[in-house]
Nanobody
Framework: QVLLSESGGGSVEAGGSLNITCIHS????????MAWFRQAPGKERERVAT???????????TDSVKGRFTISKEITRNTLNVLLRMDMLKPEDTATYYC????????????WGQGTQVIVSS
């Protein structure tokens, strides 16, 4: 079972920072990758950042957020937490951000959180 819960979204002015967190509970040991996706109104969903759970220093980013966003993981006894630190935010970063998990036995991200909204004003 995979349960994902996001928190930490909000409103910020351009140039500001926000941290969003995803808590993965359930059978975390079968999850090999986690990612943050975002979807702005009228646009397609895009993957923002990905991190492998079973390897170190394995984060990847979409070009538009490189150097501004940082994904990290924190593994506890019962949960797997994935954080996305967003710095130097731009109005075009405004979107609903979703956490997703990929099981080791699967190719795609099949598990999703409910989303958290990020609004960046100019």
């Amino acid at each position: 079972q995979v349960l994902l819960s996001e928190s930490g979204g909000g409103s910020v002015e351009a140039g500001g920072s926000l941290n969003i967190t995803c808590i993965h509970s359930g059978t975390t040991y079968r999850t090999c990758s986690m990612a943050w996706f975002r979807q702005a109104p009228g646009k397609e969903r895009e993957r923002v950042a990905t991190i492998d759970i079973d390897r170190d220093n394995s984060a990847t980013y979409t070009d538009s957020v490189k150097g501004r966003f940082t994904i990290s993981k924190e593994i506890t006894r019962n949960t797997l937490n994935v954080l996305l630190r967003m710095d130097m935010l731009k109005p075009e970063d405004t979107a609903t951000y979703y956490c997703a998990a990929r099981r080791c036995s699967e190719v795609n991200f099949e598990y999703w959180g409910q989303g958290t909204q990020v609004i960046v004003s100019s």
